[in-house]
């Protein structure tokens, strides 16, 4: 019978620095299955292995043992570039998404041609201002105004709400999302939460959130994950997720 699931890890180890005194087994046969339309929030202490399980689904890394299987298809040793077929990403720092020297209709129309859509130097004979601009005041930032700027000259606000609707332009199968608000001062993070619930939400995108953020964890997605010491000490979802305090999650984090 053919695998439905968007995402599915199976006995996944990494070991870093192997054989040293500095060894570090990060990631102890870890397992995962994310279904179509889960938006699921990881959380876990800084060193428990979260980034680096969501390293080695996007193919930064390569997992030591285990295997990973996107929309069915098996990817443990492949690269970044074949598992772009199913997945994008954001990251934690708001430049890696984008392109700082290129407008900001330049970067939205590489996103495009990343799916085969359009040529970087026809986006405007292609009529695409004009869907450009609705798109981006879609977005509430103000850069529907700001078409043809350099990105570098964006906030970081800006240029990570730029970043997502990037990466959701060809609706993804898997959407990774690296602590995307954490560089963000306080209401700009607030701001591209709303923004990223709406666009998962509107476009029923599977996602999956790396966060640091105990309040964003319990607020969005409809499944929760805890990372510890390597394993997932935790995963509850609906009414049960719903039902978690901030004090459970403490008390977890303390044992």
Known sequence: MPNSSVLNVQNLQKVFFPGTSNERHVLKNVNLTIEPGEFVAVIGNNG????TLLNTIAGTLVADAGEVRLAGHRVTNKGVAYRSRWVARVFQDPKMGTAGE????QNLTLAEKHTGSLSLRRYRRAGQTARYTELLANLNMGLEQRLNTQVKYLSGGQRQALSLLMATLSQPQLLLLDEHTAALDPQTSREVMALTQRIVTEQQLTTLMITHKMSDALTYGNRLVMVQDGQIKLDV???AKQNL???DLMGLFSD
């Open 48 to 51: 428990a292995g979260k980034s």
């Open 102 to 105: 290129l407008s900001v209709a």
């Open 237 to 239: 979802r609906g009414e």
């Open 245 to 247: 305090q901030a004090e």
